[in-house]
């Protein structure tokens, strides 16, 4: 049983950082293209950053320059470095794994990151 299981969310100050990580198991995440994703309330669930299996990377508009994505194929993890954290990153973020050519896509149970003074 595939399971993808993210932590390291939580509440942070406006202009914090945050790291969250995203554990896969019953799989190796080297085949797939990882991404995280987040949901504010009333909104639709949007692509913040992906990483490709050689590590090629993209990001959203909205946090280029200011998030990083990283994989660790070593430890089947995948990291989502959050710098200079607005009030508008506030969501539940989501870890996906997602292999187009063997028709797999997989889904964790999300964190919460909350900006907030």
């Known amino acids: 049983q595939v399971q993808l299981v993210e932590s390291g969310g939580g509440l942070v100050q406006p202009g914090g950082s945050l790291r969250l990580s995203c554990a896969a198991s019953?799989?190796?995440?080297?085949?797939?293209?990882m991404g995280w994703y987040r949901q504010a309330p009333g909104k639709q669930r949007e692509l913040v950053a992906g990483?490709?299996?050689?590590?090629?990377?993209n990001y959203a508009d909205s946090v280029k320059g200011r998030f990083t994505i990283s994989r660790a194929n070593a430890k089947n993890t995948v990291y989502l470095q959050m710098n200079s954290l607005k009030r508008e990153d506030t969501a539940v973020y989501y870890c996906?794994?997602?292999?187009?050519?063997?028709?797999?896509?997989?889904w964790g149970q999300g964190t919460q990151v909350t900006v907030s003074s």
């Open positions: 019953g799989t190796i995440i080297s085949i797939y293209t």
């Open positions: 990483i490709t299996s050689d590590s090629r990377t």
């Open positions: 996906n794994a997602n292999s187009v050519t063997a028709g797999l896509d997989y």
